[in-house]
């Protein structure tokens, strides 16, 4: 789906899926300067997260668990690079561990 936008302009994207064992969908971004996909953040659960380079400019939101939807807010089209390709994937859930945390640190 194409969608032209003014400066200023609020968007939002939609995604959605079948797959009952997914309760994750990510956010990716492709722009014609970088054809990269640069994640811009997930839902989790019903737990969003916006990845710090994208922070300010997207929000992101839904229930990938129940309802296996989520959305992609831009909040106002103010950057060139916003006009790109976007993409959502959904996936099995994954545990993160953050190996410092496991431990305490003697002082």
Not at 44 to 56: A, I
Not at 63 to 75: S, T, V
Request: proline fraction near 5%; aromatic fraction near 12%.
């Amino acid at each position: 789906t194409a969608i032209l936008t003014g400066p200023e302009d609020k968007v939002n994207l939609t995604c959605s899926h079948t797959v009952s064992r997914y309760d994750m969908i990510l956010w990716y971004q492709q722009s014609s300067q970088n054809t990269a996909l640069k994640l811009i953040g997930y839902v989790r659960y019903t737990s969003p997260t916006v990845e710090d380079s994208f922070k300010g400019r997207f929000d992101v939101s839904g229930d990938a668990a129940a309802n296996k939807m989520a959305y992609l807010h831009f909040p106002k089209v103010t950057e060139a690079e916003d006009s790109a390709v976007y993409f959502c994937a959904a996936s099995e859930a994954q545990c993160f561990t953050i190996p410092s945390l496991l431990y305490k640190n003697p002082l």
